[in-house]
């Protein structure tokens, strides 16, 4: 299966030329569903030509824009691959299929660019998380989302204090002993004390020395914005932030001493953390949003919303997953032209918030019906 990260959107957004077309459809390989996706795609196929055509292609300039994604009817091995969906992009010189975890309801758009919003609770909502297993005598790296966790491979990332460190005479005269109860049946890495105040601080020095070397590494990988979460002992996350600067550390850990858990338990309730953590961030944001409203501060009308986007002034976004309003956004003027339906030459304005806000630094949310505010396709929080 694929995975979509930051810099899979932002290919996406590259300006092109011509028409854009997105296509995205469940698909199964065991079940009822395994012949269904074929069938899917031969009927996305025909509703896409004559989409195209109506946009102002000729029939054979349709059929053979249309022929990368039709060969996919041909690749027998490609409807048996693990997956619960499809996405396709398709325009002029430039074709990309995904085979995604995240089950995705059948939908087609050509437009004058691609859509994204279907992806972007990959990106945003389900992951990836990074988890960084961390102890005196163990570093492990772990990506986690809710397909799953796997072990990651850092270069240049210490496997343990001693090797970060060296040898050191301090570190050799700290006592250790175990604190794991007998009837666990498994060893337990050793908990460290120091010899008093001074040497207390002389540890925490060397911590901090070590994780510094540890996030130095692992910045290669878990620099993109996605989450953090520790696995460690209580008293080391603060030392942790302290050096953990450029990376999106969440508040909460998986508290305890990491080498006694596997890979999957340590990814299973770091993603537990994340998924409460987005939850609270959005009904935050929601609540914010109900509290600026009638103010300058929140927009819920695509006239205002559009413009405020283009100059960079979105901080949060709240759009409709499913909803399409069709029109046009002249950026100079300022003006939104909204239509009743899909004219040749419109743009899909939800999308173009979309980007505008992401291409700004803006946050976005995509809620379903029952979750947007007062039932409206797009809302916003502005910076000013």
């Known amino acids: 299966m694929d995975r979509i990260t930051h810099r899979d959107i932002a290919e996406l957004s590259t300006e092109?030329?011509?028409?854009?077309?997105?296509?995205?459809?469940?698909?199964?390989?065991?079940?009822?569903?395994?012949?269904?996706?074929?069938?899917?795609?031969?009927?996305?196929?025909?509703?896409?030509?004559?989409?195209?055509?109506?946009?102002?292609?000729?029939?054979?300039?349709?059929?053979?824009?249309?022929?990368?994604?039709?060969?996919?009817?041909?690749?027998?091995?490609?409807?048996?691959?693990?997956?619960?969906?499809?996405?396709?992009?398709?325009?002029?010189?430039?074709?990309?299929r995904l085979r995604l975890a995240l089950g995705l309801e059948e939908h087609l758009m050509v437009g004058p660019q691609f859509a994204v919003r279907p992806l972007l609770p990959l990106v945003l909502e389900y992951g990836p998380a990074y988890v960084l297993a961390l102890s005196i005598n163990e570093v492990r790296v772990l990506e986690a989302n809710r397909a799953g966790t796997r072990r990651l491979e850092v270069p240049g990332l210490p496997q343990s204090m001693k090797e970060a460190l060296g040898y050191t005479e301090f570190y050799s005269e700290l006592q250790q002993h175990t604190s794991a109860p007998a009837s666990q049946g498994r060893s337990r890495g050793g908990v460290v004390h120091g010899h008093g105040d001074r040497d207390e601080e002389r540890f925490r020095v060397d911590l901090a020395n070590y994780f510094r070397r540890v996030l130095r590494a692992l910045k290669?990988?878990?620099?993109?914005?996605?989450?953090?979460?520790?696995?460690?002992?209580?008293?080391?996350?603060?030392?942790?932030?302290?050096?953990?600067?450029?990376?999106?550390?969440?508040?909460?850990?998986?508290?305890?001493?990491?080498?006694?858990?596997?890979?999957?338990?340590?990814?299973?309730?770091?993603?537990?953390?994340?998924?409460?953590?987005?939850?609270?961030?959005?009904?935050?944001?929601?609540?914010?949003?109900?509290?600026?409203?009638?103010?300058?501060?929140?927009?819920?009308?695509?006239?205002?919303?559009?413009?405020?986007?283009?100059?960079?002034?979105?901080?949060?976004?709240?759009?409709?997953?499913?909803?399409?309003?069709?029109?046009?956004?002249?950026?100079?003027?300022?003006?939104?032209?909204?239509?009743?339906?899909?004219?040749?030459?419109?743009?899909?304005?939800?999308?173009?918030?979309?980007?505008?806000?992401?291409?700004?630094?803006?946050?976005?949310?995509v809620l379903d019906g029952q979750t947007m505010p007062e039932g409206r396709s797009a809302a916003a929080i502005l910076r000013y």
């Open 16 to 96: 092109r030329q011509g028409q854009h077309l997105s296509m995205f459809f469940p698909h199964s390989a065991s079940g009822n569903d395994a012949q269904a996706g074929p069938i899917r795609l031969k009927n996305l196929l025909r509703d896409a030509h004559h989409q195209l055509v109506e946009g102002g292609l000729s029939a054979e300039a349709a059929d053979e824009m249309l022929t990368p994604i039709a060969r996919m009817l041909q690749e027998p091995k490609l409807w048996r691959t693990p997956g619960r969906s499809f996405a396709l992009f398709l325009a002029p010189g430039y074709f990309r």
């Open 220 to 365: 290669g990988v878990a620099n993109n914005g996605a989450p953090l979460v520790l696995a460690c002992v209580e008293s080391y996350a603060p030392i942790v932030r302290e050096v953990a600067s450029g990376l999106n550390v969440l508040s909460e850990i998986v508290r305890g001493n990491p080498e006694l858990a596997s890979d999957d338990e340590l990814g299973s309730r770091a993603w537990q953390l994340v998924e409460a953590e987005r939850e609270r961030e959005v009904l935050g944001e929601l609540d914010r949003y109900r509290e600026l409203g009638g103010t300058h501060r929140a927009a819920g009308d695509l006239g205002q919303i559009l413009p405020a986007a283009a100059a960079g002034r979105v901080e949060v976004l709240f759009v409709h997953k499913n909803a399409e309003r069709w029109g046009r956004f002249e950026h100079q003027e300022e003006r939104v032209e909204i239509h009743l339906a899909h004219r040749p030459g419109d743009e899909e304005l939800l999308e173009d918030a979309v980007w505008l806000t992401l291409e700004t630094g803006g946050r976005v949310h």
